[in-house]
T-cell receptor, first 118, second 115 residues
């Protein structure tokens, strides 16, 4: 069975600090997809990024960057120069294809609560 | 705004009652997913429909059922409600089914409180 582990339950930083959120996954699939979602205090889930298993190039989008390492089954997320608006719960997720029915689903980690203070 | 709509936003009801949650996917998306978010279980996949057909099932209770209508909107029916069913219920949509690469876009959720 697939599994996603986010060992950091809560992280507190001061504005402008860099912060890294860890994600470790388990899967038997050779091709798979990983995702990060953000859940701000308002409650909605916002898609941030998708990464496939055969592309280990790191990705940067503004202050956000992602480090995918297949050898350690990790997909870590770094926010550079954090801001108060980054305060949210961040979820890492792994996509699973359900062969029997032709469906698919996301398996989520337990999330990391990030608090950015002034 | 993801383009996925869910109604109602909040729902307060009593134990033993039945409720219906509604979801409209993004324009062009044929797949609808339902997830439950609770403090003790986290974010859990319940069920997926694609173009009206059930495609995947998670840890969905027998008291819960869902369907997707010809106009692609979906409803999640929860019956014989218990206190433990209190949670945030999300609907998500994606273009296709059976492909792990497609990101799912989530609606704002329906917060269900069972008293």
């Amino acid at each position: 069975a697939q599994k996603v582990t986010q060992a950091q339950t809560e992280i507190s930083v001061v504005e402008k600090e860099d912060v890294t959120l860890d994600c470790v996954y388990e899967t038997r699939d050779t091709t798979y997809y990983l995702f990060w979602y953000k859940q701000p205090p308002s409650g909605e889930l916002v898609f941030l990024i998708r990464r496939n298993s055969f592309d280990e190039q790191n990705e940067i989008s503004g202050r956000y960057s992602w480090n995918f390492q297949k050898s350690t089954s990790s997909f870590n997320f770094t926010i550079t120069a954090s801001q108060v608006v980054d305060s949210a719960v961040y979820f890492c997720a792994l996509s699973e294809v359900i062969l029997t029915g032709g469906g698919n689903k996301l398996t989520f980690g337990t999330g990391t609560q990030l608090k950015v203070e002034l | 705004d993801s383009g996925v709509t869910q109604t109602p936003k909040h729902l307060i009801t009593a134990t033993g009652q039945r409720v219906t949650l509604r979801c409209s996917p993004r324009s062009g998306d044929l797949s609808v997913y339902w997830y439950q978010q609770s403090l003790d279980q986290g974010l859990q996949f319940l069920i997926q429909y694609y173009n009206g057909e059930e495609r995947a099932k998670g840890n969905i209770l027998e008291r819960f059922s869902a369907q997707q209508f010809p106009d692609l909107h979906s409803e999640l029916n929860l019956s014989s409600l218990e206190l433990g069913d209190s949670a945030l219920y999300f609907c998500a949509s994606s273009v296709v089914s059976g492909q792990g690469k497609n990101e799912q876009f989530f609606g704002p959720g329906t917060r269900l409180t069972v008293l």
